[in-house]
């Protein structure tokens, strides 16, 4: 690491793998697959929905916007990730490494208010049906939307500017992309009002979708067990439990990563939860809901079969 103030600074060095170098090709072969993977499954996702008139409903609707949002969640890191992978240490300018750390944080962000607007409108449909299609109405559904890519806005921006205009003491960012916490150890100084800003920011963007989609599922509960009929709760709950599964994936990995204090981080623990909830979490979001969805099972071998009878 460089010491000193490093006000000047304009590019940085991604460590990447560098402690694991022998491993590399494997591993590119591995997160290139896994990239493919996951843009065919949720452009599959995507364009079943929108093909399908019996699909265009709110929690579809939020399940498209969930896959445009992981195909450019991933999308953001990735490149870098493999050409780290190629060459071993990349540099990366400031400008850039300012850039993929905001739109991380937007789509990442972005994700969390979106599986809480999924919550809500399960909420609505399971314990107000006959007032479902009035609640959330197109227009909910876009302003739901909009605000989810306001806050995503709001936060990618409160933590870059607190990131890059701190001063910086070093270079070597010992990561795979520009991720907050080791840009952290580059700070100047004392450290401590930086640190607090990025947990109120996490506590923000992760707390408060997460405790709404504890209060919806709460009272979702609540209403299935005092359901008459043993069918109504299960068809009940096989409506949320793709998105229950998700839900546990997504805050699981990505709360053990943010919502710590710095000291008791590790560069190689950090590495691994990184690439769980940036890398495999989008390609199981479109499996679980293909897999555990009836719905999304129909119109997938409807469109199978319409697919054959043209071939």
Not at 74 to 103: D, H, W, Y
Request: with cysteine.
């Amino acid at each position: 690491m460089i010491l000193g103030n490093l006000s000047g600074l304009s590019e940085f060095r991604l460590l990447g793998f560098s402690e694991i170098s022998h491993l590399h090709p494997l591993l590119f072969v591995v997160l290139l697959s896994l990239y493919v993977l996951t843009l065919m499954a949720n452009t599959v996702i995507a364009f079943i929905i929108n093909s399908d008139n019996t699909l265009h409903t709110p929690m579809y609707f939020f399940l498209t916007q969930l896959s445009c949002l992981d195909i450019c969640y991933l999308s953001v890191i990735i490149p870098t990730i493999l050409e780290n992978l190629m060459v071993g240490t990349v540099s990366i300018s400031k400008t850039r490494c300012a850039m993929q750390m905001f739109f991380f944080l937007f789509f990442g962000v972005a994700e969390c208010f979106l599986l809480a607007a999924m919550s809500l409108d399960r909420y609505f449909a399971i314990c107000y049906p006959l007032h479902y299609t009035i609640i959330m109405s197109s227009r909910v559904c876009r302003s739901l939307l909009a605000g989810t890519y306001i806050c995503g806005t709001a936060v990618g921006l409160v933590h870059t500017l607190i990131t890059f205009s701190s001063p910086l003491c070093g270079s070597a960012i010992d990561h795979f992309f520009c991720e907050i916490q080791p840009l952290l150890d580059l700070l100047c100084g004392n450290t401590f009002p930086s640190e607090i800003q990025v947990i109120v920011v996490a506590v923000f963007a992760i707390l408060s979708p997460f405790l709404l989609i504890i209060y919806s599922y709460s009272r979702i509960i609540s209403t299935i067990l005092h359901m008459a009929s043993a069918e109504s709760q299960q068809k009940a709950f096989s409506t949320c439990s793709s998105h229950l599964l998700v839900v546990t994936l997504f805050y699981g990995t990505a709360g053990s990563m943010y919502l710590r204090p710095k000291y008791s981080y590790c560069a190689s623990v950090d590495k691994f939860l990184s690439l769980s909830y940036s890398v495999v979490t989008p390609l199981l979001n479109p499996i679980i809901y293909s897999l555990r969805n009836k719905e999304v099972k129909g119109a997938l071998k409807k469109k199978w079969r319409k697919t054959n009878l043209v071939w």
